[in-house]
């Protein structure tokens, strides 16, 4: 069955009961670090809601300036969302070009990978990158990336699907099974209901435009963790509404963190730092890092 309903028009006042549907259970704001605002991490509410384990939005006017100077992830994969601007990129895979405003960057750190992201030119630059911690069998496998352009990225209704299989569309991002990340736009007034996978028990929405209700509580411009279970999902716009929202079946392993890594054991960490490093070095022979 579609989750999509219909657009509801009505000026009457919003309600959401919450019956048997996901409710609101924290919400947060988030940490603004120059022009990013850093919603969750690890060391925060990332251990919540893993696999899901770290995003950030950014939203600012760029000058073509670095923003991401080349650094280094294991353990992790990294989804950048670009709403407007463009990217400019590179990573060691040997993947290189310019990301266009609606393009979605895909990046399996695995065992290792260095990568670099900036805007290509002024203008509005605005999107969010999430990470998410791999499985034990997949978080030393070998580095892999994605850049998939706006017309490669699949849309059922109002919802872009970045990673995982909504109403029958699958996104084309080799993302691990039994998690799933939209993009969502909504009208004043318009109701959105998404039922979750069997076993997504977590579940959060970050809006960044406009307004949400969901069951009963006004979300605005921030992160809402919603309360475990596998119940509906239901959502009023208030206004013209954006938002980001990810369910998933819980990460079983402990988060093991390095200083842009997650693994799921302290080995598997020395392992990707080892790599990271053994990369690093090749980089700095190059002069392309100091």
């Known amino acids: 069955m579609d989750n999509l309903t219909a657009s509801l028009h009505s000026k009457r006042p919003v309600t959401t009961p919450q019956g048997a549907q996901r409710h609101v259970v924290q919400r947060a ?3 603004r670090h120059g022009p990013v605002t850093r919603i969750f991490s690890p060391g925060d509410i990332g251990h919540q809601v893993k696999p899901f384990v770290f995003l950030d939005y950014f939203d600012f ?17 990294t989804t950048t969302v670009l709403l407007s601007g463009a990217l400019r990129y590179e990573d060691t895979t040997g993947a290189s070009g310019v990301l266009a405003a609606g393009s979605v960057e895909w990046m399996r750190a695995g ?3 260095w990568h670099d992201g900036s805007p ?3 203008g509005r630059f605005r999107g969010y990158q999430l990470w998410v911690a791999l499985p034990a069998a997949m978080e030393l496998a070998p580095a892999q990336s994605q850049y998939l352009p706006p017309e490669a990225v699949p849309q059922s209704g109002p919802a872009r699907v970045i990673l995982g299989r909504y109403a029958g569309v699958q996104s084309q991002a080799l993302a691990p099974e039994n998690l799933l990340f939209l993009h969502v736009r909504l009208s004043d007034g318009e ?6 996978e069997a076993g997504h028990d977590v579940g959060w929405l970050h809006v ?3 307004a949400l209700h969901v069951a009963g509580t006004r979300v605005a411009n921030e992160l809402a963790v919603l309360n475990e279970s596998g119940a509906e999902i239901d959502v009023v716009a208030e206004g013209t509404t954006e938002f ?9 392993h402990p988060l093991v963190l390095g200083h842009y890594s997650v693994h799921t054991s302290d080995a598997a960490l020395v392992r990707g730092e080892q790599e990271i490093s053994r990369i690093g070095s090749q980089l700095r022979a190059r002069g392309r890092v100091r």
């Open 29 to 31: 704001t988030g940490h």
């Open 61 to 77: 006017q760029a000058t073509g300036g670095a923003m991401f100077p080349m650094h280094p992830h294991s353990g992790i994969a």
């Open 111 to 113: 065992h290792g990978v």
């Open 120 to 122: 290509a030119g002024a």
């Open 191 to 196: 109701r959105w209901q998404l039922t979750p």
């Open 208 to 210: 960044s435009a406009g």
């Open 244 to 252: 980001v929202i990810g369910t998933a079946v819980r990460h079983p």
